[in-house]
T-cell receptor, first 114, second 113 residues
Framework: NAGVTQTPKFRVLKTGQSMTLLCAQD?????MYWYRQDPGMGLRLIHY???????AKGEVPDGYNVSRLKKQNFLLGLESAAPSQTSVYFC?????????????FGDGTRLSIL | ELKVEQNPLFLSMQEGKNYTIYCNYS?????LYWYRQDPGKSLESLFV?????AVKQEGRLMASLDTKARLSTLHITAAVHDLSATYFC?????????????FGKGTKLSVKP
């Protein structure tokens, strides 16, 4: 039972490089989310999606783009990485709010920007 | 600005003792979640609190929600070392369908023999 799978688990980038983080879920959840976690800051929402082909901005969207071409996948892109984007990135998924279920999280991607 | 404040942020307890973690939030919300995170790991859902007065218990942990006071508590009874982790509360800030969460900064709990 895989749940939410994130790839890669670790990555080191140089400033200005681009990359894409992949999130895949096998629970048939409609909603998917990308968060970043920084020391002492809790989790902050970057972007989210309420369904295939739809995305929306969260609390800290600048410098990131997302796409949800398939229901089970949610991609997070960094077009030009900056040291301030060094963080641990978590993907989560959930059914619609009325189902009263929590968000399920992946294991995280640890990203360092040099 | 919406704020979700947890206190304490750091908690060192002795095994067998009781303690409470508090989660205050600054906006109207009718649901709140508690998560646990072990070092270097993912977040694990502990409790889903869906209405005023909701109380949930699992083992040595009990969570409650008072929506009028905008306060949730996570009570630890007779702490054991295995409870050492960081605990986050997360407030559901939308009345719509997507259920966006605002997280507190977390309470790092260390239970010592």
């Amino acid at each position: 039972n895989a749940g939410v799978t994130q790839t890669p688990k670790f990555r080191v980038l140089k400033t200005g490089q681009s990359m894409t983080l992949l999130c895949a879920q096998d629970m048939n959840h409609e909603y998917m989310y990308w968060y970043r976690q920084d020391p002492g800051m809790g989790l902050r929402l970057i972007h989210y999606s309420v369904g295939e082909g739809t995305t929306a901005k969260g609390e800290v969207p600048d410098g990131y783009n997302v796409s949800r071409l398939k229901k089970q996948n949610f991609l997070l892109g960094l077009e030009s990485a900056a040291p301030s984007q060094t963080s641990v990135y978590f993907c989560a998924s959930s059914p619609p709010r009325y189902r009263n279920q929590p968000q399920h999280f992946g294991d995280g991607t640890r990203l360092s920007i040099l | 600005e919406l704020k979700v404040e947890q206190n304490p942020l750091f908690l060192s307890m002795q095994e067998g003792k009781n303690y409470t973690i508090y989660c205050n939030y600054s906006t109207t919300s009718d649901r709140l979640y508690w998560y646990r995170q072990d070092p270097g790991k993912s977040l694990e859902s502990l409790f889903v609190l869906l209405s005023n007065g909701a109380v949930k218990q699992e083992g040595r942990l009990m969570a409650s929600l008072d929506t009028k006071a905008r306060l949730s508590t996570l009570h630890i009874t007779a702490a054991v070392h295995d409870l050492s982790a960081t605990y986050f509360c997360a407030v559901d800030i939308y009345g719509g369908s997507q259920g966006n969460l605002i997280f507190g900064k977390g309470t790092k709990l260390s239970v010592k023999p």
